[in-house]
C-alpha cells in the first residue's frame, strides 16, 4: 500500500517489509511476547501476532521495519483499518483521514535506542505524505512503559478503552493530530 512513500531522512532507517522477513519477524515477534509476558503482562500470546497475520500484513504491504545485520529489530504496521470498537471511542478528531498503528514491537535487546521513536515519527511522515489528518493506536493499558511513550511522542490518551478477548485488561486510546 505505501511502496510509494519516501522515507524521511534518519539515523534509523525503516523499510518495507518483504516476503523473505518473514522468519525474521516471526522470531522478533516471538521475543517480544516472551518479554511481555515474563514480565506478567498479557498483551499478546504464541498466536498473535503469529505467522498467519504476519504474512497478512507483508502480502497487503503495511508492515515496515528496521533491521540490524540482516535481522528485524523493530516493526510496525500502518494502514487505515480501524478496529470496530473504535466507534466506540470519543475521539477528539473526528473528521479527516485516520491512518493507524498496530503492532508496534522493538526487539527487547534493542529497547531504549530510539527504534521506536523512529518508528513512530515514520508512521507521521507517512501520514503527512499521504494526507492523512491523524493517526490513532491502542496500548494495553498494563505496560505502563508502552503508555507512556506514546504520551512522549505526542498522542493524546481518550477517555475510553477497548478490550480485545485474547488480553486481561483494555487497552487505552490515543490519537494524534498529523500537521
Known amino acids: 500500500m505505501w511502496q510509494t512513500v519516501s522515507l524521511p531522512n534518519s539515523e534509523i532507517p ?12 516471526i522470531e522478533l515477534y516471538g521475543l517480544v511476547t516472551n518479554q511481555l509476558q515474563l514480565m506478567g503482562l498479557r498483551q499478546w500470546h504464541k498466536d498473535y501476532p503469529g505467522q498467519e497475520i504476519i504474512l ?47 503492532r508496534l514491537a522493538v526487539h527487547p535487546d534493542f529497547s531504549g535506542k530510539g527504534i521506536a521513536q523512529a518508528l ?4 507521521e511522515s507517512v501520514a503527512k505524505q499521504e494526507g492523512y489528518e491523524h493517526i490513532r493506536l491502542d496500548a494495553y493499558r498494563g505496560n505502563i512503559r508502552s503508555n507512556i511513550f506514546y504520551q512522549k511522542m505526542g498522542y493524546l490518551k481518550t477517555n475510553r478503552s477497548c478490550q480485545f478477548s ?13 500537521q
Do not use: M
Not at 75 to 95: C, E, G, M, R, T
Not at 120 to 123: A, D, T, Y
Not at 166 to 178: G, S, T
Open 56 to 102: 497478512a500484513d507483508l502480502h497487503s504491504g503495511n508492515l515496515f521495519l528496521v533491521e540490524q545485520e540482516k535481522r528485524a529489530i523493530g516493526v510496525v504496521v500502518l494502514d487505515d483499518n480501524q478496529h470496530p470498537q473504535y466507534a466506540d471511542i470519543d475521539w477528539k478528531f473526528k473528521s479527516g483521514r485516520v491512518l493507524v498503528i498496530h
Open 120 to 123: 513512530c515519527r515514520f508512521c
Open 14 to 25: 525503516v523499510r518495507l517489509g518483504l516476503a523473505t522477513d518473514i522468519d525474521s519477524l
Open 166 to 178: 485474547y488480553q486481561d485488561l483494555p487497552c487505552d486510546c490515543y490519537e494524534k493530530l498529523i
